[in-house]
């Protein structure tokens, strides 16, 4: 901070959780996940065309697919358990036109494509909240939240430039 000052340059710091917790942001993750199989797809063949184009073999590099079944779909999230500190990487199951996550104790919410965005967001932060859960992204839907709601310019560490391509692939 102090280096930037030096610059001229005024760079605001904040903590990720309340960016987690707001409600643009579980709009934007109520949206991808009640079309999980659809983000999926447009993810993989994202990742398929970049792993091409660059002649990357590996399929854990730069980062692995997400599992994609008939009724189940791994997210691009992480679920973090406020009390207990565990996160881990969940899944949708289909439901009707739609997904729903299922917890341990067979609590779910369920996610509509045609439901209003806004409402659905306050719901799911009601539920997340109600079972002391938090939704956090993992790279790629950070770096689309990032860019698409929240800042002009958004500067990666090493490696965040193949993020920003991949992401590109995914919107397109």
């Not at 065309?49 to 994609?68: N, Q, T, W």
């Not at 997210?75 to 289909?94: E, K």
């Not at 341990?104 to 306050?122: H, K, L, Q």
């Amino acid at each position: 901070q102090a280096l930037d000052e030096t610059l001229s340059l005024r760079v605001r710091s904040l903590l990720a959780r309340p960016v987690w917790e707001s409600d643009a942001f579980l709009l934007m993750a109520h949206h991808v996940i009640a079309r999980a199989g659809d983000f999926a797809s447009a993810y993989n063949g994202a990742l398929a065309g970049y792993r091409r184009e660059k002649k990357v073999r590996s399929p854990m590099r730069p980062m692995p697919d997400l599992a994609a079944l008939d009724d189940c779909v791994e997210l691009p999230f992480w679920l973090d358990d406020l009390q207990t500190g565990a996160r881990i990487r969940p899944s949708a199951f289909t439901s009707g036109d739609g997904y729903v996550i299922c917890l341990v104790n067979g609590e779910t919410f369920y996610f509509d494509p045609s439901a209003d965005g806004w409402e659905s967001a306050r719901k799911l932060s009601a539920w997340l909240h109600q079972h002391h859960l938090r939704l956090a992204p993992r790279a790629v839907v950070l770096t689309m939240f990032m860019r698409l709601l929240v800042v002009d310019q958004f500067i990666h560490g090493i490696g965040g430039g193949q993020y920003d391509q991949i992401t590109d692939r995914i919107l397109a």
